[in-house]
């Protein structure tokens, strides 16, 4: 092979291993800060949650037809942000309640719950229970960004720069993941 071509691919190399390196500490810089990320992005969408969000029933009882009456709703709305890997399988405050359905929901005072239904066949009620950012990630992953990132979007709640730069950053992150 010819000289120059071995140490134009010999550069090459070095150059992608280079970038390699470079990409593995800003992926470890970006997931340092995710929380601070998910923080920013709750603020912002918290602001349009009353406007978006929904109602929540805090309980209910069910009919032989599977119809609600006696609904009680929370009363703040919120918007969903995702599910768990693995849901519980009983609620934290009464053992005795199997959880039916649980959710990661943001409320519109830019809160982050966990949310839980049980339904025993007759009454459908819920627990809440706030959720701190780092728990929210760890518990919900970081597709609870990716919803805030789209209602960030939809709502045109950033500008477009900042919305590109979010949605490079989280490739990244699902990427590294």
């Known amino acids: 092979m010819d000289e120059v071509v071995e140490k134009g691919f010999e550069r090459l190399c070095e150059l992608i291993s280079e970038t ?9 810089k970006v997931k340092e800060n995710d929380v601070k ?3 920013l992005m709750q603020d912002a969408v918290g602001s349009v949650v009353s406007e978006v969000g929904q109602e929540f029933i805090q309980r209910a009882k069910k009919d032989q037809n599977g119809d609600l009456y006696d609904q009680v709703y929370f009363p703040d709305k919120m ?19 199997k959880v039916s359905q649980q959710f990661c929901v943001l409320s519109q005072a830019g809160n982050l719950f966990e949310l839980m239904f049980s339904d025993d066949g ?5 627990y809440t229970s706030p959720l ?14 990716y919803m805030l990132y789209a209602a960030m979007r939809e709502y045109a709640l950033a500008q477009e720069d900042v919305l590109e730069a979010v949605n490079l950053t989280l490739g990244c992150l699902q990427q590294m993941n």
Not at 20 to 28: D, Q, T, W
């Open 79 to 97: 918007i969903l942000l995702g599910k768990p890997a693995e849901m519980l399988e009983y609620r934290p405050d009464n053992p005795a309640k």
């Open 132 to 145: 701190s950012p780092e728990d929210a990630l760890e518990f919900y992953g970081y597709d609870i960004m």
């Open 37 to 39: 990320l998910l923080i």
């Open 20 to 28: 390699k390196e470079k990409k593995k500490k800003a992926v470890s």
């Open 122 to 126: 007759f009454i459908i009620d819920t």
